[in-house]
């Protein structure tokens, strides 16, 4: 079946470390995505992607980095200079413009110990 | 003011009713519209989609779009309580390649 795989399910991260987030699809999109998202709150666009090798920061960047090599993965680094980095990552993807919606991983829980 | 308006809520409903559910947005180019409905802890699934003026009708969910009045719902008939999940109203613009989202409505049904 195709699908957004995002590993892994849960993540904790000591003060000063590097962590990646993994966001694999097997549905031939050309766009991908990373959201944040807070209890209670919105989703908040991090980075997005819609072709291979190229990405546009998006209301969140600062303290994150991503890469786009291959058409299937788009993994997102949470650097030690996002200073705030507990949250609920949602990996999304879709075609190249959006308009049939998004599909969404099961996103990676992220907690800083 | 956000590009993509939704209230806020908690909503309430017994179980058998209609929600509404309501969503405003500022830019009159958008042209695709989408609400997701995502449960607690859980992430967000594509439920209805919308392109057009008028009603689009899925099941007990009728989605609504009004472009001169930049404003887009969601009814839920006959509603039940696997219903109650936090409802996300999303925004597409082509040119923009990507979708802008409301902070969402968290939606309660009652037994």
């Known amino acids: 079946d195709g699908g957004i795989t995002q590993s892994p399910k849960y993540l904790f991260r000591k003060e000063g470390q590097n962590v990646t987030l993994s966001c694999e699809q097997n549905?031939?999109?050309?766009?991908m995505y990373w959201y944040r998202q807070d209890p209670g709150q919105g989703l908040r666009l991090i980075y997005y992607?819609?072709?291979?090798?190229?990405?546009q920061k998006g209301d969140i960047a600062e303290g994150y980095s991503v890469s786009r090599e291959k058409k299937e993965s788009f993994p997102l680094t949470v650097t030690s200079a996002q200073k705030n980095p507990t949250a609920f990552y949602l990996c999304?993807?879709?075609?190249?413009?959006?308009?049939?919606?998004?599909?969404f991983g099961s996103g990676t829980r992220l907690t800083v110990v | 003011q956000k590009e993509v308006e939704q209230n806020s809520g908690p909503l309430s409903v017994p179980e058998g009713a209609i929600a509404s559910l309501n969503c405003t947005y500022s830019?009159?180019?958008?042209?695709?519209f989408f609400w997701y409905r995502q449960y607690s802890g859980k992430s967000p699934e594509l439920i209805m989609s919308?392109?057009?003026?008028g009603d689009k009708e899925d099941g007990r969910f009728t989605a609504q779009l009004n472009k001169a009045s930049q404003y887009v719902s969601l009814l839920i008939r006959d509603s039940q309580p696997s219903d109650s999940a936090t409802y996300l109203c999303?925004?597409?613009?082509?040119?923009?390649?990507?979708?802008?989202f409301g902070d969402g409505t968290t939606l309660t049904v009652k037994p």
């Open positions: 549905l031939n999109h050309d766009a």
């Open positions: 830019d009159r180019g958008s042209q695709s």
């Open positions: 999303a925004v597409g613009h082509t040119n923009a390649g990507k979708s802008t």
């Open positions: 992607s819609q072709i291979v090798n190229d990405f």
């Open positions: 919308i392109y057009s003026n």
């Open positions: 999304a993807s879709s075609s190249r413009q959006g308009d049939s919606g998004y599909t």
